[in-house]
């Protein structure tokens, strides 16, 4: 195993958290200080970047993955999750659209299902350290009663806006965990991290349908 020389943090004055030096690794091979040092993972393009192997300078074996990056991992996946709630609950208020405030609404369930899954991951990690299953989310089949209007002027690209800037956070999504299965050990875990990995694809999906839809017709099909 790769030993950690620090915490993240140590506490100041009236509990303020102060950075302590960076974190470094020892080879768990030939124990010589590695140079890649880590802070620990302040955002999802961290663990991406973490994917690619880390060789030792000294002896040119790579320096592995650990349970502690895990827990980092998952705290940057919940912090992630809750953004991605708060952010498609926010465009659900913003869209007068019906259909596309039933579907913001139902991507914003999607993410707080999986923010509540990391979480009782981490703590089952953190209290007894077992991995847990996760047998996946699925969206709801709802009725909704509307006349067929196109969105009008600023409005159509408001809800546009709306639907790339999701886009490109759900491809960052799927890199995450897709990192994350193929970094972490347990198999659980992988299946877990494939699944949620799968489940941001299906995300892109729909929000790229709705994307072409109102490009090309100014009309939501969610639903349809």
Known sequence: MIEVKRKGYDEGKEGER????????????????????????????????????????????EISWTEGEDLKAIRVAIAAEKEAYQTYS?????????????MFQQLSEFEMSHFQKLKDLLKS????????????????????????????GQE?????????????????????????????????????YKRLANEEALHEKVLNDQYYSLHNTGIWSWGD
């Open 90 to 102: 926010k465009a659900a208020k913003m869209t007068k659209n019906p259909k596309g405030r039933d």
């Open 18 to 61: 102060v950075a302590s030096p960076k974190v470094k690794y020892a080879c768990e091979y030939c124990g010589a200080e590695a140079e890649m040092i880590l802070e620990g993972f302040e955002g999802v393009e961290d663990v991406i970047k973490r994917e690619r192997k880390f060789p030792c300078k000294s002896c040119g074996k």
């Open 156 to 192: 159509q690209l408001t809800d546009m806006d709306a639907l790339g800037m999701a886009i490109r956070e759900e491809k960052k999504a799927q890199a995450l965990y897709r990192s994350m299965a193929e970094l972490t050990k347990d198999a659980r875990g992988k299946d877990m």
């Open 125 to 152: 990690l953190e209290e007894k350290g077992e991995w847990i299953l996760y047998s996946g989310t699925s969206f709801k089949k709802r009725s909704i009663a509307m006349k067929m209007e196109k969105p009008k």
